[in-house]
């Protein structure tokens, strides 16, 4: 057995899944910058202590991987592009450099 992950460790599970998100997306030229706020907000929505680290995995797949990649096929984020994700009203959003919103999710 074992002993069910708390939401700390969830929260650094998150860290680690969304550095290599930062990561994969900087070998493309494009700058990545995730705040607190949704790290906290990935942590809390994904956190199951049954079921331990699959289901943020999931969330982060469905809330940013999935979404970035579908603006990026979109042409909506290029290289050389700055992009920023927050929280706005518990609501994961990617602004550009210039804070304008890219779409809200």
């Known amino acids: 057995m074992f002993k069910p992950l708390n939401v700390d460790q969830i929260r650094e599970i998150v860290v680690i899944q969304v550095n290599g ?3 994969m997306l ?4 494009i700058s990545l910058s995730v705040r607190n706020s949704v790290i906290d907000w990935l ?8 079921l ?3 289901p943020v995995k999931r969330l982060i797949q469905k809330k940013l991987v999935n979404e970035l ?3 990026i096929i979109n042409g909506k984020i290029l290289k050389d592009d700055k992009i920023t ?3 706005k009203d518990n609501t994961i959003c990617f602004f550009n450099e210039e804070e304008i919103t890219l779409k809200q999710y």
Do not use: C, M, T, Y
């Open 21 to 23: 998100l930062i990561e």
């Open 85 to 87: 994700i927050d929280v």
């Open 52 to 54: 331990g680290g699959r």
């Open 69 to 71: 990649s579908k603006e």
């Open 43 to 50: 942590a809390n929505k994904g956190f199951d202590p049954q």
């Open 26 to 29: 900087g070998h493309r030229g």
